[in-house]
């Protein structure tokens, strides 16, 4: 049975890609570059920069990667969303990669281990449907501990997990031909016996970047 519903699977894969869609539409949009440095009493310390060879492997067309602080609270949060104008392998034969890469992949590479994890619903403004799930996850590498909350906002949709995103890639590929996309995460680190703080930080600038997001991800 198994088998029979990978290969449906792949059948699926060929038969949209190669057939519903040979041109992709890439909506307007603002360069993250543009992305604000401060956000009310948020604001950016310096902007990080991947290495070439960081870039290639995550595929991204555009991305902002920003650690915020903020007077009021004591853990800085930093905030990546990565966009891709197209999540499809022109090129062929494995080159190439433009599909962005799930955090929960990643980050067990870099070291961290992943002791919790869970889908959890959002309410922040600005996103295009409310609530929404977003994947919530603590990592641990020795003694520091982070707190990630991340989704996959595409094409008008809010996504928390991997295989719903591969489904509507497809999906509106098809119907729409698009496959753009960003992945969104807010990462604080968790000081032990202050859970509270690390929530609050983090929430406090969800609310405020994600009424932006859509001028950099359009819906």
């Given at each position: 049975?198994?088998?029979?519903?990978?290969?449906?699977?792949l059948a699926l894969n060929f038969y949209t890609y190669h057939y519903f869609?040979?041109?992709e539409e890439h909506p307007a949009r603002q360069s993250l570059e543009r992305?604000?440095?401060?956000?009310?009493?948020?604001?950016?310390?310096?902007?990080?920069?991947?290495?070439?060879?960081?870039?290639?492997?995550?595929?991204?067309?555009?991305?902002?990667?920003?650690?915020?602080?903020?007077?009021?609270y004591a853990m800085p949060v930093n905030l990546y969303v990565g966009y891709?104008?197209?999540?499809?392998?022109?090129?062929?034969?494995?080159?190439?990669?433009?599909?962005?890469?799930?955090?929960?992949?990643?980050?067990?590479?870099?070291?961290?281990?992943?002791?919790?994890?869970?889908?959890?619903?959002?309410?922040?403004?600005?996103?295009?449907?409310?609530?929404?799930?977003?994947?919530?996850?603590?990592?641990?590498?020795?003694?520091?501990?982070?707190?990630?909350?991340?989704?996959?906002?595409?094409?008008?949709?809010?996504?928390?997990?991997?295989?719903?995103?591969?489904?509507?890639?497809?999906?509106?590929?098809?119907?729409?031909?698009?496959?753009?996309?960003?992945?969104?995460?807010?990462?604080?680190?968790?000081?032990?016996?202050?859970?509270?703080?690390?929530?609050?930080?983090?929430?406090?600038?969800?609310?405020?970047?994600?009424?932006?997001?859509?001028?950099?991800?359009?819906?």
């Open positions: 049975m198994k088998a029979v519903v990978a290969f449906l699977f869609a040979s041109q992305f604000p440095d401060q956000i009310g009493d948020w604001r950016c310390l310096e902007r990080e920069k991947m290495t070439p060879e960081v870039e290639k492997n995550l595929g991204a067309t555009d991305y902002v990667i920003c650690t915020y602080v903020n007077p009021a891709h104008a197209s999540q499809v392998n022109q090129a062929g034969g494995g080159g190439g990669e433009t599909r962005i890469h799930p955090p929960a992949h990643c980050l067990p590479g870099a070291g961290w281990n992943i002791i919790a994890s869970k889908d959890e619903p959002v309410t922040f403004p600005g996103l295009p449907q409310s609530p929404a799930d977003a994947k919530r996850i603590v990592i641990a590498k020795g003694d520091s501990r982070q707190l990630v909350v991340y989704w996959y906002q595409e094409r008008g949709r809010v996504i928390a997990d991997d295989w719903m995103k591969i489904v509507y890639l497809f999906w509106d590929r098809a119907r729409a031909h698009r496959t753009d996309g960003a992945l969104v995460r807010f990462t604080v680190p968790i000081a032990r016996g202050d859970d509270a703080t690390s929530e609050a930080a983090l929430q406090d600038l969800a609310q405020q970047i994600t009424p932006k997001i859509p001028a950099y991800v359009p819906n």
